[in-house]
Every structure is written in C-alpha cells, then in structure tokens.
T-cell receptor, first 113, second 115 residues
Framework: GENVEQHPSTLSVQEGDSAVIKCTYS??????FPWYKQELGKGPQLIID?????GEKKDQRIAVTLNKTAKHFSLHITETQPEDSAVYFC????????????FGDGTTLTVKP | DTEVTQTPKHLVMGMTNKKSLKCEQH?????MYWYKQKAKKPPELMFV???????INESVPSRFSPECPNSSLLNLHLHALQPEDSALYLC??????????????FGPGTRLTVL
C-alpha cells in the first residue's frame, strides 16, 4: 500500500520567514495530493492541493510543488504569521486505492512573533 | 458552502453506554467518511460510504457501527467502548463516490472520552 513520509516533525520559524514542509510517497499511481492545516481542537482544513498533471500551484502566501519522478511534494509558506501556527498534514490519494487517503505523520509549525 | 457539521462536540460515556455521533453535509457530496484521530497523530480511516452504501470498513471493531440514512447524513453508533477508544472522531465528505482525485472536507470532530 501507499506510504507517505513527512518531514520535519516540528518546525519553528520567526514571523516573516518562510517555512517548507516536505513529503515523499511510494505509490506511483497516487494522483492527488492535499495539504491540511489542523488547529488545536479543530478538524483538518484543506489549505491547498495539487493533482499529478500539475507541477506547482500557488495561493497567496501558500504554494505546493510536486515532483512525480522523485515522488515528493512540498508545502511552502512565505511571510509566515503567528496564526499560521498549527499542525500540517500532507496526504496522497490514488484512484486504485478505493479513495483512501494516506496521511503523513504531521508537522507542528510554530511561528514566533 | 463547504461545511461538514458534527454533533455533539464533546461526549463522555461509560463503557456500558450506547451513544451516537452525527454528521451532516449539504454540499451534495456522495461519499462520506469516518476517521479516528489520536493526539499528535494523523487521522485513521474507519469507514467509507459511497452513494449511501458501505464501501470500506477498515477492520473496525463491531462496537463501532456506521449508518448512512440518506446522502446528507452519517451516523456512528457506539456501544461497549473501551477507554482506548477515546479520541477525536472526524467526519468528512467528498463529491463523487470516493474517487481518488476528490477533495475531502472535514468536520470539526467529536471529542470522545470513554470512562
């Protein structure tokens, strides 16, 4: 089955700096890669996603890049703000896996004011 | 409106109790999911309903019983739970029958404590 590894597990940055979180996946049939932000006491919220026919996608301060050959994808947050502090999960889904999402173990991002 | 609602927000129950968790979405989504999430861990898939039929059961113990009364509602019936079942229970939905490329939208979760 699919295996998703996420790094780093914790990340601390100063306000205004950039943050990068990386994930690798094992199943070459995976074709959809969402990123979720989970704040304390809340459910995961989709912040950006990318499909396998696209190499990069950007939404204001957030961007995701995908390298299908190397089977890795990354989340980039620029000009970080304290409200970006949360746990971030990457995930991979495949049409051949009955719609199951395989999640990474999560990254706890702390943005220091 | 990309909202999935869940009730109750918090639930405390004894090991002999019977309770139910409820989930609702009005986005016209045809796939609905139950996940279990322990602290500092990613969500773990429990069940998937696709077009109101159970399509995936991830070997979940029978003390958890899902039900999908219609395309907008999803229930999780709980009976004879164990303290280790204490967790955040998340509901999610996606548009078209649990396909791989579908965006999943999560609810806020029900925080369950089993005494």
């Amino acid at each position: 089955g699919e295996n998703v590894e996420q790094h780093p597990s914790t990340l601390s940055v100063q306000e205004g700096d950039s943050a990068v979180i990386k994930c690798t996946y094992s199943d070459s049939a995976s074709n959809y890669f969402p990123w979720y932000k989970q704040e304390l006491g809340k459910g995961p919220q989709l912040i950006i996603d990318i499909r396998s026919n696209v190499g990069e996608k950007k939404d204001q301060r957030i961007a995701v890049t995908l390298n299908k050959t190397a089977k890795h994808f990354s989340l980039h947050i620029t000009e970080t703000q304290p409200e970006d502090s949360a746990v971030y999960f990457c995930a991979a889904r495949s049409n051949t896996n009955a719609g199951k999402s395989t999640f990474g173990d999560g990254t706890t991002l702390t943005v220091k004011p | 409106d990309t909202e999935v609602t869940q009730t109750p927000k918090h639930l405390v129950m004894g090991m002999t109790n019977k309770k139910s968790l409820k989930c609702e979405q009005h986005m016209g989504h045809r796939a609905m999911y139950w996940y279990k999430q322990k602290a500092k861990k990613p969500p773990e898939l429990m069940f998937v309903y696709s077009y109101e039929k159970l399509s995936i059961n991830e070997s979940v113990p029978s003390r958890f019983s899902p039900e999908c009364p219609n395309s907008s509602l999803l229930n999780l019936h709980l009976h004879a739970l164990q303290p280790e079942d204490s967790a955040l229970y998340l509901c999610a939905s996606s548009q078209a029958g649990a396909l791989g490329g579908d965006t999943q939208y999560f609810g806020p979760g029900t925080r369950l404590t089993v005494l």
